[in-house]
């Protein structure tokens, strides 16, 4: 969840503070994990937790999830796979991003007024 191919060629630092491990831990443990016991397949986590630099870095949004730990980067051999997978779960989520192209799905989760928004991002 921490890890950064970029972080680590450019030497950014990339160690979350403890409300976002607070957060990330709730991402694996209420959606991450059981979602990926009703997948059956791998997921591999391309993107976790951001720091502010490897955000900026990785060009992601000012306000992005990934900042607070609350967001997860799934890749996935069928991302739109993945995501009818969630739909059919019955999981709390925040948002499910999915990007077709690249094949992977963003998933998030707050503590509180989650929104089970779901936007194809093709
Ligand atoms: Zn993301």
Known sequence: MTYSRTATRL???????T???TNMERLVRELLQPLRELYGKPIRISSGYRSVALNRTVGGAANSQHL???AADCTVKEAAELLEVL??????????????????LHLSL???G?????????
Not at 87 to 98: E, R, T
Not at 114 to 122: C, M, T, Y
């Open 68 to 70: 607070k730990g609350e």
């Open 114 to 122: 989650n929104r089970n928004w779901i936007v194809d991002n093709g």
């Open 11 to 17: 030497g950014i630092e990339n160690r979350p503070g």
């Open 19 to 21: 409300e976002a491990m």
């Open 110 to 112: 707050k503590k509180e």
């Open 87 to 104: 739909k059919n779960s019955g999981l709390v989520f925040d948002q499910a991003i999915l990007y077709r192209k690249r094949n992977f």
